[in-house]
């Protein structure tokens, strides 16, 4: 089992930026990928980004590109999400999520997730 504890959620004005953390414990060595999705009020859930854990491997969803960061830290078992030039559009909780397939997009591929952690930038 894989347990995954986001943290660096809060409230920020609209073009600031926050720092998301997901540390992972348990059988890591069982996970390829780690990715970001957010689920807004009233909406689906939707990928942000996903990097591997080896090669350090990124993908974003369109949305995201040039704002976002996704990163890792092996050592530490630790992925981030640096956040910048946020939107209210970006207002969701973001989850934290581990895939044993090689950077998935799709939700469904994410075996272990987070309980999530509320991101809202105010207008």
């Known amino acids: 089992q894989v347990q995954l504890v986001e943290s660096g959620g809060g409230l920020v004005q609209a073009g600031g930026s926050l720092r998301l953390s997901c540390a992972a414990s348990?059988?890591?060595?069982?996970?390829?990928?780690m990715g970001w999705f957010r689920q807004a009020l009233g909406k689906e859930r939707e990928f942000v980004a996903a990097?591997?854990?080896?090669?350090?491997?990124?993908t974003y969803a369109d949305s995201v590109k040039g704002r976002f960061t996704i990163s890792r830290d092996n050592a530490k078992n630790t992925v981030y999400l640096q956040m910048n030039s946020l939107q209210p559009g970006d207002t969701a909780v973001y989850y934290c999520a581990a895939s044993p397939r090689v950077l998935t997009t799709y939700a469904a591929e994410y075996i272990h997730w987070g309980q999530g952690t509320q991101v809202t930038v105010s207008s």
């Open positions: 348990g059988r890591t060595f069982s996970t390829a990928t």
């Open positions: 990097i591997t854990w080896r090669g350090g491997i990124t």
